[in-house]
């Protein structure tokens, strides 16, 4: 008897991550897609990078090409995908919603840490959840036969980017923080996030924390003193300061402190999609008047509309709004979102924009080359 229960045990843990990632990180199914040949051979000349992706909260080898998800390294091979930021969300508030949340709600991680047999010292410790996802990717860039590189610094951007030029296959990683209460409240652990690998810190996520209050938080709080002290580390130490999921005020707040490029990773426009998830406008003009960049994200709550079609629409308003300069893409893959193309398929956005009437010169800025351009003035 203690055999079969140990064994229904073990079948659960081996069964249930696989089921749940099934039910909410979707790809409707729209394909396959039509792409022209002139399509084809623009897309495989574009740097292509995105600003935004969770594969590594889920249970599985991102070295292998999967039936489950959005991203792997094989898939983004396949879309041509130079850049990838791998994004550890470490706390995630049970029922969460775009109008408000409960900074002590149930939190859906602490319960998938566990499920998925993560290590024992995460299961209470946002800060080790962040520590233990830099270790899974950097096992899967040892384990990727040289398809996938860590970029820490802006050497190690241009190395990528050379190498690409000359026909590599090759992706470059970037590790991110989505709320910065990985931190713990410890302004030295940014250092120990720093050493980990982690160059783009997200101040927060779905909840109020000791950083600010949150754009889906109880109230519209600007930043703390911490907070303050976190964002000034930040512009400091060369690294990247995302924006996304910050509450209007702590948005105010950075952008009177900070002489830097700001960036929002995934996110939509509102006044071409009014959902609380979309920051106001004038707030989208001020953060690309930094020099920074809006990341258009690839699902139906931020675009009102998820096809490549409404993606591109999304993007040229964005254009319309802050400029081709200050628009790029944040797909949210692998957050728990419902998509129409998962990133192997990415060349139907490229046909989506020339659909619409962008220019080569405007779809190359948008895909990949805005991206660029902050990560060279961040990265040390």
């Known amino acids: 008897m203690v055999v079969v229960v140990l064994l229904g045990v073990a079948g659960v843990f081996a069964f249930l991550p696989g089921f749940y990632e099934n039910r909410v990180n979707v790809v409707r199914d729209m394909g396959p897609f039509s792409i022209s040949p002139e399509t084809q051979t623009l897309h495989e000349s574009l740097i292509i990078g995105d600003w935004h992706a969770d594969p590594l ?4 080898d991102l070295t292998e090409r999967s039936d489950r998800g959005h991203v792997d390294i094989p898939r983004l091979t396949e879309g041509n995908v130079a850049l990838q930021v791998f994004t550890a969300v470490t706390k995630s508030p049970a029922g969460h919603n775009y109008e408000e949340n409960d900074t002590d ?5 602490t319960t998938l840490s566990v ?30 036969d040289g398809q996938l590189r860590i970029l820490r610094s802006e050497e190690d951007l241009e190395k990528l980017l050379s190498d690409k030029s000359a026909g590599q296959s090759i992706v470059g990683g970037i590790l991110g923080i989505e709320g910065a209460h990985a931190l713990e409240g410890d302004i030295a652990n940014l250092q120990r996030l720093q050493d980990a690998g982690y160059r783009l810190i997200g101040l927060h996520h779905f909840f109020d924390n000791d950083i600010g209050g949150s754009l889906h938080g109880i109230a519209d709080n600007g930043l703390t003193d911490f907070g303050r002290q976190v964002v000034e580390e930040v512009v400091a130490r060369g690294l990247i300061l995302d924006l996304a999921h910050s509450s209007q005020q702590v948005v105010r707040d950075v952008l009177e402190i900070t002489e830097i490029p700001l960036v929002i990773s995934h996110t939509g426009i509102f006044s071409h999609c009014e959902t609380p998830r979309n920051l106001p406008d004038d707030l989208m003009v001020e953060i690309a008047a930094s020099g920074g960049v809006i990341g258009i994200g690839y699902w139906e ?13 999304t993007i040229k308003a964005a254009i319309d709004l ?16 419902v998509v129409s193309f998962d ?24 895909m990949g080359e805005n991206m660029v351009r902050v990560l060279r003035d961040r990265l040390n």
Do not use: H
């Open 57 to 60: 909260l889920w249970k599985r």
């Open 105 to 109: 709600a149930w939190d859906n991680i």
């Open 115 to 144: 499920v998925q047999l993560w290590p024992v010292r995460t299961w209470n410790s946002m800060f080790e959840r962040a520590v233990y996802q830099a270790e899974k990717l950097a096992e899967f860039a040892a384990a990727s």
């Open 301 to 313: 709550d931020v675009t009102c509309d998820d096809s490549p079609d409404g993606v591109a629409a």
């Open 322 to 337: 802050v400029g081709e300069d200050s628009v790029s893409l944040g797909s949210d893959y692998d957050g728990t979102v």
């Open 343 to 366: 990133t192997s398929d990415i060349s139907a956005l490229t046909q989506a924009m020339l659909d619409i009437g962008l220019s080569e010169p405007q779809i190359r800025k948008v």
